[in-house]
């Protein structure tokens, strides 16, 4: 059991205190209620962009990590479909100079043309380099549009192209940061040793006078649902073929969310799964193969991906998958099967909150769908889920005429 207590500014930022005392260390994790998913389809690239913008300096800090190294502090972020997260470990009672620079970004970010065009160099060439010119790296700029045609889940968090990141102008950032970078569209969770009279202290010395900004209501266009398979086929200079296969799946707040997980991790979690008993051990047609669902805060995908083994035809590859995946829509997992994915999923939910940050990260990310106490009550519910619970999810969620397939073959593949 993982115990907060909750505060909200009367800005709407909202505070949870995940009170240590066992700890000398303060984790501080803010989470803007922003992802690519809310990005123009015109100019996508944005969350991630400010993810950069962020660390460029405020207008009273210029230098954010020299600040923060001197209270010996460490930070980074991250950005996904759904949020954009900041984090900050330090020593307890260093930890006002959290509050201080956090406060400060949010109040007022550096608009310094020189910053923008540095990060927005910085932006593209992770593009390049990690999407464009990494094996395989652009995987996911056409599995997404491929799954979804109308939901904002159809580009990457790193942009749908990278022309929106070239063509950002200074007014286009500084609208993107007054609609979403406000303290109505942030969760601000502090995980270690504090008070929280301290806590409520600094958050309104700090955070108090910013003002609101405009509440953001999030109306994003809905996925119709997919009523005929789609494939997609690419050449690249690859050392291997591989195939990925989606399907939508539950978002994470669905009832049956955590079904789908654990059918997944029946099908495709580690060595002992199906597939890669059936296809990487016992016919070894692939030389990595697994199975993940997303996650996500709408519906996701549910996900098989593998890498061919050298003349292993595409076609008998995604049939023996087909086939296996055909099967457990038609009989009930077994007990031991259910109990090894369920002692996985709970032992990596337990040791994830070893850790003090992660405590602060999981409660933020509750918060922001709505219910902060999921993080107490996941595992609960995944301990109540059943066999027939996991064969209902297949039968929803493995259909063929809802399939979407991306073939990824060798640059020198016979067309």
């Keep these: 059991m993982i115990d907060f207590q909750h505060f909200t500014l009367a800005n709407g930022l909202q505070v949870y205190l995940h009170q240590d005392t066992s ?6 994790n803010l989470l803007y209620n922003v992802g690519s998913r809310d990005e123009n389809p015109e100019k996508t690239g944005f969350a991630h962009l400010f993810e950069h913008l962020m660390f460029g300096g405020s207008q009273n800090v210029p230098d954010y990590d020299i600040a923060l190294q001197n209270a010996g502090g460490e930070n980074n972020a991250f950005t996904s479909p759904d949020i954009t997260n900041y984090y900050i470990t330090l020593p307890a009672n260093n ?11 949010m109040l007022g970010l550096s608009f310094d043309p020189k910053v923008l ?28 549009p491929l799954a979804y045609q109308n939901h904002p889940y159809r580009w990457a968090t790193i942009g749908k192209d990278i022309s929106h990141i070239e063509d950002a102008t200074m007014e286009d950032v500084k609208a993107f940061f007054y609609k979403f970078y406000v303290p109505q569209n942030a969760i601000l969770s502090i995980a270690g040793n504090i008070s929280l009279e301290e806590t409520k202290r600094l958050t ?6 910013i003002p609101a900004g405009e509440r953001y209501i999030r109306n994003l266009p809905q996925e119709p649902l997919q009523t005929s398979a789609r494939t997609h086929t690419t050449y690249a200079n690859v050392p291997s073929d591989a195939i990925y296969i989606a399907f939508h799946s539950p978002k994470k707040t669905d009832i049956d969310y955590n079904a789908s997980d654990l059918l997944s991790d029946v099908l495709g979690r580690g060595k002992s799964s199906r597939l890669y008993q059936r296809l990487v051990k016992e016919n070894p047609l ?3 193969l697994g199975a993940y669902v997303t996650g996500s805060v709408d519906n996701g995908l549910f996900v098989v991906s593998g890498t061919l083994n050298e003349n292993v035809k595409m076609e008998i590859a995604e049939q023996e998958i087909m086939k296996i ?17 369920k002692n996985k999923t709970e032992s990596t939910i337990a040791f994830s909150e070893v850790e003090l940050l992660n405590r602060a990260m999981n409660i933020a990310f509750w918060a922001n769908v709505g219910n902060a106490q999921g993080i107490n009550e996941e595992m609960q519910a995944i301990q109540k889920v059943t066999k027939n619970d996991i064969l ?14 991306l073939y990824y073959k060798k640059q020198n593949a016979i067309l």
């Excluded at 700890?23 to 501080?28: E, G, I, K, R, V």
């Excluded at 540095?118 to 380099?129: D, G």
């Excluded at 209902?392 to 397939?405: C, D, G, Q, S």
């Design 95 to 105: 930890i006002e100079t959290a509050f201080w620079l956090e406060s400060d970004r």
């Design 325 to 341: 995946l055909n099967e457990i829509t038609k009989n009930p997992v077994s007990d031991i099967e259910l109990e090894k994915v």
């Design 392 to 405: 209902e999810a297949a039968n929803k969620i493995l259909l063929p005429h809802k399939v979407n397939i």
């Design 204 to 209: 309104e010395k700090w955070f108090g006078d």
């Design 286 to 288: 692939f030389a990595s």
């Design 23 to 28: 700890t000398q260390m303060c984790a501080f």
């Design 117 to 144: 065009e540095v990060q927005r160099k910085v932006v593209i060439e992770e593009f390049k380099q990690r999407y464009l010119n990494q094996p395989y790296g652009d995987v996911w700029l056409k599995l997404r």
